[in-house]
């Protein structure tokens, strides 16, 4: 396997995802934001998931960041008020070793496309074998999203007409 | 705040080309998701990104951003559309949501499945549009508290 340029991507998904913590003024938080959900829709990209990877980089990388500058034009820009006191030596001494333990797990997960994995041997092949002849669908996926699995769509569908209403209730103070 | 939009020439003439463009793709994405990566999701947030950057860069009130508008009077409408889909499915005597069972004669079951897909890609991305909108507006609109 080479890492010729996964590698770099991942340090640079570490990097951002830190670097949106750290950094004081907000802007520049969102943004880096903003870059960590395009490098993470390319790592999704990269392990063959092209319809997360598609919604990643719409979703996170453009609708997210317009939501996040919308609220920070409302608010201040600059996080003056908000004290970070230094993490406990609780917290430095237990979380390194957490992460270790969870390497030790990670040691015996499947390999990646690994058909004997538990992922891939349960319903995984009847959709692959059955979704064409069934639906007319060429890409699995849209098919078991709308037609196998369309109950949970549906309910997912719910919940995004639900934050439309709930963010209406909260924030709307005029007819429009 | 989105009331006047941008004063930039750049901004402007960028967003009249790009605009058209985002949603064009974004139909193309939606009505495409049965044969590549793509589908109701995506294609809906598309949908929504090109009319929020309509809002946001001509603003509220020019003429160009009057669907945005009109469109918050579809709120619910995709879900409706979805569940009322597998609400024809539970009339045409199956389980709700098995479009098999779609009664349109001439169609083979396959075909009802596929059709079924695509309605429900439709009412997916229509609930999206609409309350991506919607949130902007709703996030908008707290600055313009003050103004009254």
């Known amino acids: 396997m080479t890492y010729s340029f996964e590698l770099p991507l991942l340090i640079l998904l570490i990097l951002t995802a830190g670097g949106a913590i750290i950094v004081k003024d907000l802007l520049s938080a969102v943004l880096i934001l903003g870059s960590y959900s395009f490098f993470l829709a390319l790592v999704w990209a990269w392990l063959g998931a092209v319809d997360v990877a598609f919604v990643e980089a719409v979703v996170g990388a453009g609708l997210a960041t317009v939501f996040f500058l919308l609220t920070l034009f409302n608010t201040a820009l600059k996080d003056t008020i908000i004290y970070r006191p230094p993490p406990p030596w609780s917290a430095v001494l237990a979380l390194p070793a957490l992460g270790l333990l969870l390497l030790y797990a990670a040691d015996d997960l499947p390999a990646f496309g690994d058909p004997m994995s538990p992922a891939s041997t349960h319903v995984a092949p009847f959709y692959l074998e059955n979704a064409l002849a069934d639906t007319e669908t060429p890409n699995v996926v849209t098919a078991v999203l709308m037609d196998y699995r369309a109950l949970d769509t549906m309910l997912e569908t719910a919940v995004i007409f639900t934050s439309g209403i709930a963010c209406w209730l909260v924030l709307r103070r005029k007819h429009t | ?148």
């Open chain 2, 1 to 148: 705040m989105i009331r006047d939009g941008h004063d930039s020439v750049i901004v402007r003439r960028s967003g009249q080309f790009l605009i058209p463009l985002i949603q064009l793709f974004g139909l193309y994405v939606l009505f495409f998701g049965q044969y590549g990566p793509g589908g109701g999701f995506v294609g809906g947030v598309m949908l929504g990104a090109g009319l929020i950057g309509g809002l946001l860069i001509f603003g509220s009130e020019a003429r160009s951003s009057a669907i945005s508008e009109r469109i918050l009077d579809g709120d619910g409408l995709g879900l409706l559309i979805f569940a009322g889909l597998g609400g024809l499915c539970l009339i045409g005597g199956g389980e709700f949501l098995n479009y098999a069972n779609l009664q349109i004669p001439g169609l083979e079951e396959p075909s009802r499945r596929h059709l079924g897909i695509i309605v429900t890609q439709i009412g997916v991305a229509l609930d999206i549009t609409v309350a991506a909108v919607s949130i902007v507006f709703s996030l908008a609109s707290v600055g313009e508290q003050e103004d009254d």
